[in-house]
Structure formats: C-alpha cells, structure tokens
C-alpha cells in the first residue's frame, strides 16, 4: 500500500449533488483501508465539519480551513503522517476550487443525473483548465435505482470529453441517514449497497490514480508549473 501522501479534491459547480458525501465516503473508506486520512472542509457551511462532531472516532480528521490556508494545512498534515487528503468545497467555489484542484492528484466530480447540473459541465471544464489541468474524474451521484438516468447522465459526461466513473452512488437512503448521525454509508449499514458502492468507487479511484503514477510529489501549484 502507498504511503505517500495523495490528495483528492471534490468539486462541483451546482450545489446539493452529494460533494461532502461522497468526500466522507471516500474518506471512511481510506480509514478502513489502514490509511491516515483528513478531510479539509473548505465549505463555510462546515457540513464536514459539523458531521465529524457528531462522531466518536478519531479519523479522518476533518479540519475546516480557508482555501488561502490550503498550503500550511497540508504541509501540517503531512507532518502529523497523514497520507491521504480529502478537500471538500463549497459549490460555486469559483477560485477556492481551483486552488483545491491545483492541489491534488486528482479531482473527483459528482454529477447529479439532471440538465440542471449537466448544464454546469462547460465551466467545470474551464475550472480545470485553470487548475492546470489535474485529472478529473466524474462520478454520477443522486441516481435513482430503477431506471437509466444514470447511464444516461454518464453518456452524456462522456460525450462532453470528460472521464466517468463506472461507479455510481445511485440514490439510496443509507447516505442520508448516516450523515445525521456522523456516520457514511460504510459504517452505518455496512452490508449495504450503498456500502458497497461506496467501497468499489475508493478502489476504482485508488486503482486509477495508481495507473496514473498520481501522488502528491507531482502535484505542483500553477505558478511551478512549465
Ligand atoms: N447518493 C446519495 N443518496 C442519497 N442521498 C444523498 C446521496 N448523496 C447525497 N445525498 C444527500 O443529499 C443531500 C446533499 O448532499 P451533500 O451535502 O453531500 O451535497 P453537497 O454537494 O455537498 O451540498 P453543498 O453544495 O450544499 O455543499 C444530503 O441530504 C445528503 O444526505
Ligand atoms: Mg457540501
């Protein structure tokens, strides 16, 4: 298992789509994985914040910081033998986003299954640009389990030239319930689908950013790159 440190910033334009709950899931599932995990809340809401004081586990850490403190964080968590970051943004973060995604090996976005978000696509695709082009993966988020919208939501990402993840976190209630009582998924029912989506979606990510030689001692802010 890798040791060094990997960061992974979610970032949505559109708000609601499940961006904290899909940067806990992913997480959790990293603790469970032998991992010391912290989740950097860049949301003023603090819903990261707030779901970690309604827990009695120690990990992930969730620290609420400005996007303008990202540097001294990370290098803080690193020194505390961190390996594994998680920064949550707020929607519309605009620059907060970007300085996330200039920050990471890798950039999960999830995509709710409506024209609301799917219409959002063009300037995530500029939010990218601007952060030098981190590889982006999305991730259909919300889908309801009967039906195709979800595969439907997917095609249409794919067609916009962006990656999609071949795992959903369809629509399922465990999600809701675990966050009110500072759970995820995992640890709320863990024989769940909800559970288990959430576990193939850490491996599917952990396996992609392997392939890609991702790790932080790649990830260099814009102004170091050539
Ligand atoms: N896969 C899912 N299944 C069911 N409910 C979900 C799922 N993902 C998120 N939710 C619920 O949808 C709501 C919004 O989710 P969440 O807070 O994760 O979105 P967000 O994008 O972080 O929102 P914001 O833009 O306000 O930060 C919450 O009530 C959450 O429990
Ligand atoms: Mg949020």
């Given at each position: 298992?890798?040791?060094?440190l990997q960061?992974?910033?979610?970032?949505?334009?559109?708000?609601?789509?499940?961006?904290?709950?899909?940067?806990?899931?992913?997480?959790?599932?990293?603790?469970?994985?032998?991992?010391?995990?912290?989740?950097?809340?860049?949301?003023?809401?603090?819903?990261a914040?707030?779901?970690t004081?309604?827990?009695?586990?120690?990990?992930?850490?969730?620290?609420?910081?400005?996007?303008?403190?990202?540097?001294?964080?990370?290098?803080?968590a690193?020194?505390?033998?961190?390996?594994?970051?998680?920064?949550?943004t707020?929607?519309?973060?605009?620059?907060?986003?970007?300085?996330?995604a200039r920050?990471?090996?890798?950039?999960?976005?999830?995509?709710?299954?409506?024209?609301?978000t799917l219409?959002?696509?063009?300037?995530l695709?500029?939010?990218?640009?601007?952060?030098?082009?981190?590889?982006?993966?999305?991730?259909v988020?919300?889908?309801?389990?009967?039906?195709?919208?979800?595969?439907?939501?997917?095609?249409?990402?794919?067609e916009?030239?962006?990656?999609?993840?071949?795992?959903?976190l369809h629509?399922?209630?465990?999600?809701?319930?675990?966050?009110?009582?500072?759970?995820?998924?995992?640890?709320?029912?863990?024989?769940g689908?909800a559970?288990?989506?959430?576990?193939?979606?850490?491996?599917y990510?952990?396996?992609l950013?392997?392939?890609r030689?991702?790790s932080?001692?790649?990830?260099?802010?814009?102004y170091?790159?050539?």
């Amino acid at each position: 298992m890798s040791t060094e440190l990997q960061i992974i910033a979610i970032v949505a334009e559109k708000g609601g789509v499940g961006k904290t709950t899909l940067a806990l899931t992913l997480a959790v599932a990293a603790v469970h994985a032998g991992r010391k995990v912290a989740v950097f809340d860049l949301d003023p809401q603090a819903t990261a914040a707030q779901w970690t004081d309604r827990r009695d586990h120690e990990f992930p850490w969730v620290v609420a910081t400005p996007a303008t403190r990202l540097d001294a964080a990370i290098a803080n968590a690193k020194g505390q033998g961190v390996d594994f970051i998680v920064i949550d943004t707020p929607p519309h973060a605009g620059t907060d986003a970007v300085e996330a995604a200039r920050r990471s090996d890798l950039v999960l976005v999830p995509v709710e299954p409506h024209l609301y978000t799917l219409e959002t696509l063009p300037k995530l695709g500029n939010l990218l640009s601007l952060a030098g082009d981190t590889p982006a993966l999305f991730v259909v988020c919300k889908a309801a389990v009967q039906g195709k919208e979800g595969q439907d939501a997917a095609a249409y990402v794919r067609e916009q030239g962006f990656e999609v993840s071949p795992v959903t976190l369809h629509l399922r209630a465990a999600h809701r319930h675990a966050g009110n009582v500072g759970l995820t998924a995992q640890e709320y029912e863990p024989t769940g689908k909800a559970a288990d989506e959430s576990l193939q979606l850490y491996t599917y990510t952990m396996q992609l950013l392997t392939k890609r030689g991702c790790s932080h001692a790649q990830a260099k802010p814009a102004y170091a790159r050539a």
